[in-house]
């Protein structure tokens, strides 16, 4: 019989740097954490768009087909994503993305190229709470 210590967190990573998100995968894989891998934004709404549960989403900025502030627009516009937590990855490191990003509703910004143990304290830190 499954327990709740047995749940292991579902986590999008959407990025379009096919390395960057394996290694990403890699790395939670190792820990409590099940991950799904998209490589456009389109596919990234899509996903999200249907019922299928997400715990967090780590979201790149410069995608094609969608970006991933268009990404994050749309999903604070999905009743059943408004809370899901998203950390937005990024090589862009202006300013003003980290503002964009934070004023449509990401829970943190990390700029590319980022600590995977920074990410995943992070990531243990907001499924802490």
Do not use: C, N, W
């Not at 019922?51 to 749309?74: K, Y």
Request: proline share 7%.
């Amino acid at each position: 019989m499954p327990t709740a210590s047995d749940h292991r967190h579902r986590v999008l990573v959407v990025d379009d740097e096919p390395h960057i998100g394996r290694i990403i995968q890699l790395k939670l894989e190792l820990g409590p954490y099940e991950v799904e891998l998209l490589h456009d934004g389109r596919a990234a709404l899509e996903r999200l768009r249907s019922d299928a549960p997400v715990d967090l989403i780590l979201l790149d900025i410069m995608m094609p087909h969608a970006s991933g502030l268009d990404v994050l627009r749309e999903l604070r516009r999905l009743p059943h994503r408004r809370r899901t937590p998203v950390i937005v990855l990024t090589a862009k490191g202006q300013e003003t993305d980290r503002e964009q990003a934070i004023r449509l509703g990401a829970t943190d910004f990390l700029t590319k190229p980022f600590s995977p143990k920074r990410l995943l304290a992070r990531i243990d830190e907001i499924f802490s709470h």
